[in-house]
């Protein structure tokens, strides 16, 4: 009843929290009704005639299915990215000749534009998903690598030492001591990960013709469909946005309330 009920607390401060990231997309979306009234639909479709054309498109049952693909293939790209990144990542924060001898690979991957790595994979891979989830790996990988490799690296080497000395065990100090302070490193991280992967997937989706949004993006351009374009770049921030703001901060908050322990009442982030 009381873990409940410090849920039930929980869950609705972070809630009440999101109204100031909701006027932040008012402030685009006025932005946005202004760029339309100066430049008219054709050029920029207003926010209402997008919300028309989104909820138009949610009865498609074609458009549906591309949603499905593009979200299949960026959440895989973003697990894999994130599962060999981050594991890369610890393994040579733990380890100076490691970190001496990834750094560089993940600058030359850093350094190959994401255009490279779609011709690239459609040679390997032809036109299909394999060519959009592949660039997302390789795209995203790095930032995953140096959120890891940071939160090893820096880690408190002498409160580890003092857990040591009090007994505590190799499993109890990687709870208690190392993956606490990892936490502030790798969720930003996966944060980037998470908004490249939707948007490196579109993109191949479009350069490939692999379907997907992206396929129907390169659709709706040809057929100079504006509205349409607004509507589908739309629905993939929509996407990264339910993404962070559903999927990965509420885990981060829920990991990160022991700093709140020292902050005055009141004061919250």
């Not at 490691?98 to 891979?125: E, H, N, Q, S």
């Not at 469909?225 to 981060?252: K, N």
Request: aromatic share 10%; proline share 4%; hydrophobic share 55%.
């Amino acid at each position: 009843m009381r873990h409940g009920l410090a849920f039930l607390g929980w869950a609705g401060r972070y809630l009440w929290s999101g109204w100031a990231g909701a006027a932040g997309l008012f402030c685009i979306a006025a932005a946005w009704q202004a760029g339309h009234e100066l430049y008219g639909s054709f050029i920029l479709p207003a926010p209402l005639e997008t919300a028309h054309e989104v909820v138009k498109l949610a009865q498609d049952e074609a458009f549906r299915r591309a949603a499905r693909e593009t979200a299949e293939r960026a959440a895989l790209g973003f697990t894999l990215s994130v599962l060999i990144g981050t594991a890369a990542g610890i393994a040579a924060g733990y380890s100076f000749a490691a970190m001496r001898l990834m750094r560089p690979v993940v600058t030359v991957i850093l350094g190959v534009p994401p255009i490279a790595w779609i011709v690239l994979a459609l040679i390997w891979f032809g036109a299909g998903g394999g060519t959009a989830v592949m660039t997302v790996v390789v795209a995203s990988l790095p930032i995953s690598f140096a959120g890891g490799l940071e939160g090893a690296a820096t880690r408190d080497r002498g409160l580890d030492a003092m857990a040591r000395s009090f007994g505590a065990g190799p499993l109890m100090r990687l709870n208690t001591v190392t993956i606490p302070h990892m936490v502030s490193y790798l969720f930003p991280a996966w944060t980037t990960t998470a908004g490249s992967a939707w948007k490196v997937t579109v993109m191949a989706e479009l350069l490939s013709n692999a379907g997907g949004l992206g396929g129907d993006l390169a659709s709706a351009r040809a057929l100079f469909d504006i509205p349409r374009v607004t509507a589908i770049v739309l629905v993939t921030v929509g996407f990264a946005l339910f993404t962070e703001y559903a999927l990965i901060q509420p885990v981060r908050d829920r990991l990160e309330q022991w700093r709140e322990a020292g902050l005055p009442w009141g004061v919250k982030r």
